[in-house]
């Protein structure tokens, strides 16, 4: 808003000019994010805590300490996180790029099947919300719009093509399979975001590391001489989504500050699928989709956890891990939660880095 406002005015005021520079307004998007979050933190937790009374609703068969360290934490937090990252993008990225609106309201999209989802456990008193086959169908609903809006927006060849990581100068043309896969990758890095969001400050800080490494790649994608220089495909307006990317890192940072152990408030499913849509969008855009893979590893692998144990159990009887998602293996091994946080923190830094390592390694 501010940029549509103000950088007009730039030939006559000399000091609007700030405003045509990416890197200043993302780093206001982030401070701006920052500060809603510290401000309405506090106000947003006791109104969660006073409407939902006995908080989250614990999983009878997750490990027992649950039951006693988190029981009465409200969940819904990912309010805090979606109101930051709102204000912030509103107020500082280019609201006449198309690119800014599709990222936007699918995060709100996912954002409103998480509160649905939240919401039902709250009035059950149950672990339980949504039908697995009703979020589902929201989720491809919200993800199959989106990738349909991004074709239209993309020029071709690069509207319906994927590209590949470590390889320079290949695009594989899925014609309108396309859609489909996109869909998919939206949808599948919400579900993973979710699943990963199981002990506290677990999930936001390899949310912002996620997030951070795509700021880095919407910023280089968007700039022609940035992509050229780097053998990368050049996407017109992704740029854009940096500011975006921001302004989460700023709302998740300022979440952090009441998740940290022990939490104040759980982000729920409301800022988890989220954060997870919002995620997979960016990659779409930016044509990363398959270095979304390595970025957000630690996602895919408490995906592929709880896969191989279902497929484990069904198969043959018995289980690959003492418990699923993997984080609570471990925990049901005796490592204290404080570790597996960290050390899970420790390998999404890595994760991150390999991926950005991708734009050079060609």
Known sequence: MLYNLLYPLAEDIGIFNIFQYLTFRTGAATITAL??????????????????????????????????????????????????????????????NQYVWVILLVTVGFGLVGFLDDLMKIMRRH??????????????????????????????????????????????????FFVPFAAFVMVGASNAVNLTDGLDGLAIFPIMVA??????????????????????????????????CGAMVGACLGFLWFNAPPAMVFMGDTGSLAAGGALGTIAVATKHELVLIIIGGLFVLETVSVIVQVASFKLT???????????????KKGLAEPTIVIRFWIVAVILGLLGLASLKLR
């Open 211 to 244: 997030t951070a490494c795509f700021a880095i790649i919407a910023y280089l994608v968007g700039n022609a001489i940035f992509a050229n220089y780097l053998q990368i495909h050049h996407v017109p307006g992704t740029g854009e989504l940096t500011v975006f």
């Open 35 to 96: 500060i809603v979050s510290f401000v309405f933190g506090p106000g947003l937790i006791r109104v969660l805590r006073r409407r939902q009374g006995k908080g989250q609703p614990i999983r009878a068969d997750g490990p027992e300490r649950h039951l006693l360290t988190k029981q009465g934490t409200p969940t819904m937090g990912g309010f805090l996180i979606l109101l930051g990252l709102l204000i912030g993008t509103l107020l500082w990225a280019d609201l006449t």
């Open 317 to 331: 009887g018995r289980r690959v891990f003492r418990m699923a998602p993997l984080h609570h293996h471990f925990e």
């Open 127 to 176: 672990s339980r919300g949504l039908s697995g086959k009703l979020k589902l169908a929201l989720e491809i609903a919200i993800g199959v719009g989106a990738a349909v809006w991004l074709v239209a927006i993309a020029d071709a060849p690069m509207d319906k093509s994927l590209a590949l990581p470590f390889v320079k100068s290949v695009m594989l043309d899925l014609g309108w």
